[in-house]
């Protein structure tokens, strides 16, 4: 849910994935919008990432032994 994120959240995820700056980006209601569709079109192999958050989490509770 987009709508939690503070507009400077989002403004970050616009520069971070470089997005095209637009003249509605101090609107929230439309970053929210713009940002909730980049997020969806993004593709990703959840193979690979359940792989490397499983591999993740191994390497934080090894760390403690």
């Given at each position: 849910?987009f709508e939690r994120l503070t507009l400077s959240?989002?403004?970050?995820?616009?520069?971070?994935?470089?997005?095209?700056?637009?003249?509605?980006?101090?609107?929230?209601?439309?970053?929210?919008?713009?940002?909730?569709?980049?997020?969806?079109?993004?593709?990703?192999?959840?193979?690979?990432?359940?792989?490397?958050?499983?591999?993740?989490?191994?390497?934080?509770?090894?760390?403690?032994?």
């Open positions: 849910n959240a989002l403004q970050k995820y616009k520069k971070v994935y470089e997005m095209e700056a637009k003249d509605t980006d101090d609107d929230k209601n439309a970053l929210v919008h713009e940002v909730g569709k980049h997020f969806i079109q993004q593709k990703l192999d959840e193979q690979k990432v359940l792989q490397a958050f499983m591999c993740a989490v191994a390497d934080t509770t090894q760390i403690g032994s």
